[in-house]
């Protein structure tokens, strides 16, 4: 035997054992290969708040001090031509009633209220990252492997959960699974609207006066002068009787 076979032949006599220690009993040192793919979603949200005003306006007439005319509620604001209306509708129905003028509409009261708050999200963009991670995985273990689609890692625990189950492998002691992963690190960014629903109720009182009853018209001069000459003649007469009779 040569030299050089010797050589060949005893240092693969020495390094045998070492090759053999890495395989367990009944194990397989064959290798693998598996492909996984995975979706981890960044939401980044914008609030936005507006407010959308309703209104309710109630008008009032009546006579002064009298009872109400007119009492009707409109889902406008005061400025609205319907109002506007409705208040040349009640001097009508004042003027009818006796009124020669009127005062108001004077505003009785004014309230806010809110009636509801809904909000809206709206993706407005994403924007998607793709990186290759390759891990090598050495038997006896289970592995998952294969499309396990969109990923959340818990801010506390760290542990993340995916939306698909993937496919478990086994490896066999001794056996080698190199898993390239494909990890779609995506960006969302989202818009979230608050929309404040505020309502503004306002009472309005119209006040028709009437017109003023004239005073009693006074006698003239001439008339209070007769009815004196005519008072003082009768006194005249009279009093030129008792002197005869006496």
Known sequence: MSPIARTVLCGWVLF??????????????????SNSTAEFDTIITTSVSQQVNTFQV???????????LFDKTYNVAYSDPTVQAAITQAQSQLASAGAASFTGPTQLSSTQSQVSSTTSTVETGRQTLVTTTVTTYVGPQTIIVGDQGVCQTNPVTTAVTCSLPGALLTLAPGQMDIDVMARSNVTINTTATTTNTILTSQVYELDGIPAATPPPTPAPPSLILALAGLAGAGLYAARNRLRRES
């Not at 045998?16 to 290969?33: C, H, K, L, M, R």
């Not at 109630?58 to 109400?68: C, D, I, P, S, V």
Request: overall charge neutral; aromatic content about 10%; hydrophobic content about 40%.
């Open 16 to 33: 045998a054992p070492i090759a053999w220690s890495d395989v367990p009993p009944g194990g397989t040192n064959a290798t693998i290969y």
């Open 58 to 68: 109630e008008l009032k007439a009546r006579m002064q001090g009298g009872a109400y």
